[in-house]
């Protein structure tokens, strides 16, 4: 729960911090790195590779979502079932084709948008608002926490 609080009221002040400021001239390049982090994210979970997922995604503390903070080894349990309950329903991928990437600082980003769950012939599955928290440390970006949404309520920047 205090990382829960911590990263809410981080991402509060920041927030209203950087309201009135411009974007930092280096943000598109973290802007960059950001949207290629998050098309690998999408095309292992898509695959299914919730061991790359984990090596390359997930931040090593686990996980914050609407469900509560899950550890890696709780992750890794329930991906397996998840999993199996999209295929089953004819899931194909997932993806974010617009999202909002708000730099807080050259180490947290935020990113908002209107996910997709796609069919294994193309046509949509679902349609979700996803919002995830990022940070990066010496080993690159990873994903601390993602919040499902109604989908017309995603999170903007003011720049």
């Given at each position: 729960m205090r990382v829960a609080a911590g990263i809410v009221t981080m991402f509060a002040m920041t927030v209203l911090a950087s309201a009135g400021q411009t974007a930092a001239p280096n943000d598109q390049a973290i802007k960059a790195e950001?949207?290629?982090?998050?098309?690998?994210?999408?095309?292992?979970?898509?695959?299914?590779?919730?061991?790359?997922?984990?090596?390359?995604?997930?931040?090593?503390?686990?996980?914050?979502?609407?469900?509560?903070?899950a550890s890696i080894e709780e992750l890794k349990k329930r991906f397996p079932d998840s999993r199996k309950t999209m295929l089953a329903g004819g899931y194909g991928r997932s993806n974010m084709p617009v999202r909002n990437i708000c730099v807080v600082s050259p180490t947290v980003a935020v990113v908002s948008g209107r996910g997709i769950r796609y069919l294994t012939d193309g046509k949509v599955m679902a349609e979700f608002g996803w919002t995830y928290t990022l940070l990066k440390d010496p080993a690159g970006w990873r994903m601390v926490a993602i919040f499902t949404h109604d989908p017309n309520k995603v999170l903007t920047c003011a720049n």
């Open positions: 950001v949207n290629a982090f998050m098309d690998q994210y999408w095309q292992l979970f898509s695959a299914g590779k919730i061991d790359e997922l984990v090596e390359r995604i997930y931040h090593p503390s686990g996980q914050l979502s609407n469900q509560g903070h």
